[in-house]
């Protein structure tokens, strides 16, 4: 069992920034991919991005590359998505998520433990 926490969230103007965080507890993330993904009002759950095991490869989404950037600490057991040039269109609650086996899974279905989510607002 994996227990996954995101914190960071918020509400911030468009071109800002902002750090999302997914503690982790039950289980070494070195032993996980680990994605993002977020869902908005009235819209399917999303793929925003995924972090290898070791941490050596990621995948983003193409809304979102350039822009977001995800990385992992496993002596922390936490990963973090650097959001910059937020845009009004990435508003949503971003959940994070842990897989077991390789590959950056791209689909919600192939994620195993998921956080309770967390919301971020960007204004105009």
């Known amino acids: 069992q994996v227990d996954l926490v995101e914190s960071g969230g918020g509400l911030v103007q468009a071109g800002g920034s902002l750090r999302l965080s997914c503690a982790a507890s039950?289980?070494?993330?070195?032993?996980?991919?680990m994605g993002w993904f977020r869902q908005a009002p009235g819209k399917e759950r999303e793929f925003v991005s995924a972090?290898?095991?070791?941490?050596?490869?990621?995948g983003y989404a193409d809304s979102v590359k350039g822009r977001f950037s995800l990385s992992k600490d496993n002596a922390k057991n936490t990963v973090y998505l650097r959001m910059n040039s937020l845009k009004p269109g990435d508003t949503a609650v971003y959940y994070c998520?842990?897989?077991?086996?390789?590959?950056?899974?791209?689909?919600?279905?192939?994620?195993?433990?998921w956080g309770q989510g967390t919301q971020v607002t960007v204004s105009s």
């Open positions: 998520s842990a897989k077991r086996g390789y590959g950056l899974g791209r689909r919600s279905y192939e994620y195993d433990y």
């Open positions: 039950g289980r070494t993330l070195g032993s996980y991919v």
């Open positions: 972090i290898s095991w070791s941490g050596g490869t990621t």
